[in-house]
């Protein structure tokens, strides 16, 4: 087992470091300026000396993360509802893998159904790319974040796969913290949920014993996240229309940052999370296939329990008739439904500028692609 003194470039910071990290959070314009967005009710003075009194990462994640998270969902969602927690035990560990909808609200809501069930809140995975300043790397790290890092040389990234893997093991069997993971690099822009192999040879790497029993030690729980509407959906067609136009166009760490501002000030509608149940009992029957088969059948595993989790709501079922061109689902929605969704789209529309045909059908396939994989699940 990889010593814990390896994990400091990646792992989040323990209660004996956060005053350290406190004093120079406070002296950060920067953060100083986030605070002021985040709590506008609050005295910068004063949180800045609730925040010095904060003696543990829990604390923290008590005292000020959590009312700004509850703050978010009262005045941007119509309610969080959740199903699955009787599959779950608030003494064990898991390893959450989970669709990707929002950057921060994702795990955010996730940590605040884990306490309010009783269970400790998850360790989050969150990729470098994002931490686009020190200080919110910072932040991050004292709500329990650790660090995926990409982008790396051939050689450093085979080493920091191994880390990442080990840490991720270590965490959940050692220590008894659950994580949460996405399913692959990056959210998925076009709702087609799809968990990468990649990511399960990552997690595999670390075990010492057949391939059911590493997995079996994780813990794997499949988790479906399902938002009434994506407050980002027109910006990530934007993006398919820009790499439709320029194959390498890349976001910016700017573009990183508006997503991250539309997803928290963006309304959401409904929001669902739906847990699944521990796979165990299926993984002694992937031995027989082939090493590169067994990652894959353990993929489909998990997609099927997200796909057949996952909520939907009047717009995905609307969304899929009038992507496909049938009327499939009428009987699932209301004419009102249906003016609705459809003024929904066009207000977002409004906001960026090119080619309306094609974005209006980026957005549909958006919204119904999980109605497809629904049925496509039901039908194996």
């Known amino acids: 087992m990889v010593n814990e003194l390896n994990f400091d470039s990646i792992r989040p910071y323990n209660d004996?470091?956060?005053?350290e990290v406190f004093e120079r959070l406070v002296n950060e314009v920067?953060?100083?300026?986030?605070?002021?967005?985040?709590?506008?009710?609050?005295?910068?003075?004063?949180f800045l000396n609730k925040l010095l009194s904060i003696q543990s990462i829990k604390e923290f994640q008590t005292e000020v993360i959590y009312p700004y998270v509850k703050e978010v969902l009262r005045t941007t969602t119509k309610g969080i509802t959740h199903s699955g927690f009787e599959n779950l035990d608030p003494k064990g560990h898991y390893l959450f893998i989970?669709?990707?909808?929002?950057?921060?609200?994702?795990?955010?809501?996730?940590?605040?159904?884990?306490?309010?069930?009783?269970?400790?809140?998850?360790?989050?995975?969150i990729g470098d790319n994002l931490l686009i300043y020190p200080w919110i790397t910072d932040l991050v790290k004292l709500n329990k974040s650790f660090i995926v890092q990409r982008n790396l040389p051939v050689?450093?990234?085979?080493?920091?796969?191994?880390?990442?893997?080990?840490y991720i093991r270590q965490t959940l069997t050692e220590r008894n913290q659950s994580i949460w993971i996405a399913q692959r690099e990056g959210r998925s822009k076009d709702g087609d949920d799809r968990t990468q192999v990649s990511l399960l040879k990552m997690l595999n790497m670390s075990g010492n014993g057949s391939f059911s029993n590493n997995f079996e030690e994780i813990n794997i729980v499949p988790l479906s996240i399902s938002y009434e509407y994506d407050p980002c959906d027109y910006l990530k067609?934007?993006?398919?229309?820009?790499?439709?136009?320029n194959p390498d166009f890349k976001k910016t760490q700017d573009d990183?940052?508006?997503?991250?501002?539309?997803?928290?000030r963006g309304?959401?509608?409904?929001?669902?999370?739906?847990?699944?149940?521990?796979?165990?009992?299926?993984?002694?029957?992937?031995?027989?296939?082939a090493k590169n088969d067994q990652l894959q059948?353990?993929?489909?595993?998990?997609?099927?329990?997200?796909?057949?989790?996952?909520?939907?709501?009047?717009?995905?079922?609307?969304?899929?008739?009038?992507?496909?061109?049938?009327?499939?689902?009428?009987?699932?929605?209301?004419?009102?439904?249906?003016?609705?969704?459809?003024?929904?789209?066009?207000?977002?529309?409004?906001?960026?500028d090119g080619d309306k045909d094609f974005l209006f059908n980026t957005l549909l396939e958006m919204y119904a692609n999980p109605v497809k994989n629904f049925y496509t699940c039901e039908d194996k």
């Open 267 to 289: 309304r959401k509608g409904r929001v669902h999370f739906g847990f699944g149940s521990p796979i165990k009992k299926e993984l002694s029957e992937l031995e027989a296939l």
């Open 30 to 46: 920067n953060f100083l300026g986030l605070i002021n967005f985040l709590y506008p009710n609050f005295s910068t003075k004063d």
């Open 98 to 125: 989970s669709n990707h909808r929002d950057i921060v609200l994702d795990s955010a809501i996730l940590n605040i159904l884990m306490v309010e069930n009783g269970f400790n809140t998850t360790e989050i995975a």
């Open 237 to 245: 067609a934007h993006e398919f229309l820009m790499k439709r136009d």
């Open 256 to 264: 990183d940052l508006k997503h991250m501002g539309a997803g928290l």
């Open 297 to 352: 059948a353990l993929a489909e595993l998990i997609d099927n329990q997200i796909h057949s989790n996952y909520k939907f709501y009047p717009g995905n079922f609307i969304a899929d008739d009038l992507f496909t061109n049938h009327q499939r689902h009428i009987n699932k929605y209301t004419d009102e439904d249906k003016s609705t969704f459809l003024a929904y789209l066009d207000e977002h529309l409004s906001r960026i």
């Open 16 to 19: 004996d470091e956060i005053h």
């Open 155 to 166: 050689r450093q990234m085979m080493e920091s796969t191994k880390r990442l893997s080990s």
